[in-house]
C-alpha cells in the first residue's frame, strides 16, 4: 500500500481509480483499509476544492416544486394553510422547526438545508 496526500488532480484520479479496483473488498483486509484511508483523502481534497453553493431553503422549495411539479397547495400539509404557505414561500414568515421536520420528511429533503437561514421580507 503506497498512500501519500493527494496535491494535484492527477493525484485525485489516481486514487478514484484504486479506490474503484479494492471497492469489494473484504472486511479487515488490507485492501479495506487502503479503501478506507484513500476514501478519507479524497473526501478532504474534495471539501478543499469543490465548493457546493449554499442555496436558502425558500429557494429550495421552490426549484423542488417546479422540478416535481408542485402546487402550493401540495405544501399545505407541511406548512399549513394556504396563507401560511403563502407567507413561507414570500418570505414573510420563516419556516419553523416542525415545518422543517415535515418538508423532510413528507417530501424527502435534507433537512439540514432546510434549517439555514435566510432574508425575511419587511412586512409594510
Known amino acids: 500500500m503506497n498512500i501519500h496526500p493527494i496535491h494535484t488532480k492527477a493525484d485525485y484520479r489516481a486514487a478514484l481509480q484504486r479506490i474503484d479496483a479494492v471497492w469489494d473488498a473484504k472486511p479487515k483486509s488490507p485492501e479495506a483499509d487502503e479503501l478506507e484511508v ?10 478543499k476544492l469543490i465548493s457546493v453553493p449554499k442555496v436558502d431553503p425558500i429557494s429550495l422549495l421552490l426549484h423542488v416544486m417546479e422540478a416535481r ?51 425575511l421580507r419587511e412586512v409594510a
Open 69 to 119: 411539479q408542485l402546487s402550493r397547495k401540495d405544501l399545505e400539509p407541511y406548512i399549513g394553510s394556504r396563507a401560511r404557505v403563502a407567507e413561507v414561500l414570500n418570505r414573510v414568515r420563516p419556516l419553523s422547526l416542525e415545518m422543517i421536520r415535515r418538508l423532510s420528511a413528507g417530501l424527502e429533503l435534507p433537512a439540514d438545508l432546510l434549517i439555514a437561514g435566510y432574508e
Open 38 to 47: 484513500l476514501s478519507l483523502l479524497v473526501e478532504e481534497y474534495e471539501k
